[in-house]
T-cell receptor, first 120, second 111 residues
Framework: GAVVSQHPSRVICKSGTSVKIECRSLDFQATTMFWYRQFPKQSLMLMATSNEGSKATYEQGVEKDKFLINHASLTLSTLTVTSAHPEDSSFYIC????????????????FGPGTRLTVL | DAKTTQPTSMDCAEGRAANLPCNHSTISGNEYVYWYRQIHSQGPQYIIHGLKNNETNEMASLIITEDRKSSTLILPHATLRDTAVYYCIVRAYNQGGKLIFGQGTELSVKP
């Protein structure tokens, strides 16, 4: 299957700082990327949908000014947690939707390994 | 809100078949059934998906009832490495539908 990477895999930061997480599709072009957040013992919660070259669409209740998403190319999306606080500590997972040239019906979605954010 | 209901947890003996049920009684005609699994502290892994016919791949089989209101994921010979949370998701295939995760089933494969 297609490979999605995330960097860093884990990060610890002080309260008030900003943290950037990168999501890359390594062997395919992803027109759409998704960002999820997962708290311990809970399911994944979709935060936002990011289309290459356009503004991200945020789910209800997700602060767009706090979670900045940039999708500048077909292989890279970034999530920046601004002024992070301890309650932002979570497991952040990105996902990329595969776009296959010449096959508009192919629409599979693959996930990265996740980034563990701990805010002290 | 997730459109599926699954048992919270299940156990399975190593080497035996694991049958994971999922109810999706409000599924629409253009929605597929997807199964993903998440091993602890990793990203979800795609398993299989289907519309109305039964599907099989190298990982699992998917059995969808004729009325499409429920389905079963079958792992034919479960191993300890199959211990994970399994998510059943319904999504429109070609219309940009988002993958919305429910609570899933925590499968424990025991020796």
């Amino acid at each position: 299957g297609a490979v999605v990477s995330q960097h860093p895999s884990r990060v610890i930061c002080k309260s008030g700082t900003s943290v950037k997480i990168e999501c890359r599709s390594l062997d395919f072009q992803a027109t759409t990327m998704f960002w999820y957040r997962q708290f311990p013992k809970q399911s994944l919660m979709l935060m936002a949908t990011s289309n290459e070259g356009s503004k991200a669409t945020y789910e209800q209740g997700v602060e767009k000014d706090k979670f900045l998403i940039n999708h500048a190319s077909l292989t890279l999306s970034t999530l920046t947690v601004t002024s992070a606080h301890p309650e932002d500590s979570s497991f952040y997972i990105c996902s990329a939707r595969v776009w296959v040239a010449g096959d508009s019906s192919y629409n599979e979605q693959f996930f990265g390994p996740g980034t563990r954010l701990t805010v002290l | 809100d997730a459109k599926t209901t699954q048992p919270t947890s299940m156990d399975c003996a190593e080497g035996r078949a694991a049958n994971l049920p999922c109810n999706h009684s409000t599924i629409s005609g253009n929605e597929y059934v997807y199964w993903y699994r998440q091993i602890h502290s990793q990203g979800p892994q795609y398993i299989i998906h289907g519309l109305k016919n039964n599907e099989t791949n190298e990982m699992a089989s998917l059995i969808i009832t004729e009325d499409r209101k429920s389905s079963t994921l079958i792992l034919p010979h479960a191993t300890l490495r199959d211990t994970a949370v399994y998510y059943c998701i319904v999504r429109a295939y070609n219309q940009g539908g988002k993958l919305i995760f429910g609570q899933g089933t925590e499968l424990s494969v025991k020796p």
